[in-house]
């Protein structure tokens, strides 16, 4: 873990040190994520999946649906379970 001091501009950037964006792969256009808790903050990277990641995740969740017995009529139901838990 490394430790850099960042200063705000007037229009409220930052600047990521050259040697944090290469160990991070992040280039320009890339989206961070930021998560904030009283007075830290932390960003992520937010990597997007190629085609074929995204096809092999689609296939282990399709294997995981099945096994545990799920339809593709049951997802209506799914969503809508997830949502009413989040309103709570």
Known sequence: MSIDLLTVSSK??????????????????????????????MLKA???PTVDEFKSKL???????????????DV???IKSVRKNKRK
Do not use: H
């Not at 294997?63 to 545990?68: E, G, I, L, S, T």
């Open 46 to 48: 937010i990597k997007m």
């Open 59 to 73: 296939k282990q969740a399709s294997k995981w649906a099945k096994q545990v017995g799920y339809q593709e009529e």
């Open 12 to 41: 409220g950037q930052i600047v990521l040190p050259v040697e944090i964006r290469k160990a991070l792969s992040i280039q320009s256009g890339d989206k961070l994520a930021v998560f904030t808790s009283d007075d830290v903050i």
């Open 76 to 78: 209506n139901d799914i």
